[in-house]
């Protein structure tokens, strides 16, 4: 059987683009869901499911704790930005550990605008967890 520590109490990833696609990884207690969409496409997402070994969830516990992802906090906005600019946000919960950020077009380890590698390196970590599907 699974290990459950290695199951998160709760996981919510997403990024939004007004102009561009969009797409969001949930777990819903027993299996990842994820949907992709576009703004300017008509039609509700059409979500896939996946399971995730333990070896995925230790790869990605390991990318996160990596990442230094653990200790971001807050709300990360530009100050300034234009139309269509990214929104995200990465609410996950593993035991005690409690990671909820989020943004506009501004990133805990970015600048102008621009995620940097640890940014970049939780959205690959997401996305190889839910089978290779990209995160926004």
Known sequence: PPRVALRPGRLHAAVARGDGPSSEVVWDGARLIY??????????????????????????????????AWAWSGRYDAPHHRTG?????????????????SGLAAFPDGTAGHPGPAFRRVCQALATLAGGRALG
């Not at 600019?85 to 950020?101: C, H, K, M, S």
């Open 35 to 68: 949907r992709a969409w576009r703004a300017d496409r008509p039609g509700p997402p059409l979500p896939a499911v996946i399971h995730p070994s333990d070896a995925d969830w230790e790869a990605f516990w390991a990318e996160l704790d990596a990442a230094g």
């Open 85 to 101: 600019a990214p929104g995200w946000l990465i609410r996950v919960q593993l035991g005690e550990r409690l990671l909820d950020v």
